[in-house]
Antibody
């Protein structure tokens, strides 16, 4: 099982960035996926989730209206489109999977770092 | 918004029992999950649905939940158990997903 995030980097405030998370070694379509971030020296913060089908999406209040989560089952990949970035969005972003839409996460990727700075 | 509370730090000697608590108003109705995160690494699931241990997690790890408090217990803590531990659950609606603030476990 692997979840590999990519797309992080340094970006100016107000700009956009798109993160990707590629899954392998399991049946991608049967899982819900989540983005969780961790600012330097801080705890974990749930950011967004996307269900295994339909798909339904859920967002933390801190990113609602700015971030969009999506999935491409043909590529076994989920995405996080991040718009109107602020310095508060600086963090390592992990993707994680869960078997049920509202279950806890049973496997995490190593994460990709996003730094918002002028 | 929904919040869960953990102690910032817990310290034990090797071989002692470490207990890490997580308080949340919705815990009587929602499962707690626990994650171990060692420095620079991704979190690892060590307990799910309050008290179920994933395969590969040592038997010294156990979990319980009573009322508004979930507890992760490490019986006979080892030096390699030093890590940050994060609890996770949801609010009663299931829509807001929340982590506790994390607890730094020191085994010295």
């Amino acid at each position: 099982v692997q979840l590999v995030e990519s797309g992080g980097g340094v970006v100016q405030p107000g700009r956009s960035l798109r993160l990707s998370c590629a899954g392998s070694g399991f049946t991608f379509t049967t899982y819900a996926f989540h983005w969780v971030r961790q600012a330097p020296g801080k705890g974990l913060e749930w950011v967004a989730s996307i269900s295994s089908d339909l798909p339904d999406k859920w967002y933390a209040d801190s990113v609602k209206g700015r971030f969009n989560v999506s999935r491409d089952n043909s590529r076994n990949t989920i995405y996080l489109q991040m718009n109107s970035l602020t310095t508060d969005d600086t963090a390592k972003y992990h993707c994680a999977r869960s078997y049920g839409d509202h279950d806890g996460f049973d496997f995490w990727g190593q994460g990709t770092m996003v730094a918002v700075s002028s | 918004s929904y919040e869960m509370t953990q102690p910032p730090s817990v310290s034990v000697s090797p071989g002692q029992t470490a207990r890490i608590t997580c308080s949340g108003d919705a815990l009587p109705d929602k499962y707690a999950y626990w994650y171990q995160q060692k420095s620079g690494q991704a979190p690892v699931l060590v307990m799910f649905e309050d008290s179920k241990r994933p395969s590969g997690i040592p038997e010294r790890f156990s979990g319980s939940s009573s009322g508004t408090v979930a507890t992760l217990t490490i019986s006979g803590a080892q030096v390699e158990d030093e890590a940050d531990y994060h609890c996770y659950s949801t609010d009663r609606s299931g829509l807001q997903r929340v982590f506790g603030g994390g607890t730094k476990l020191t085994v010295i």
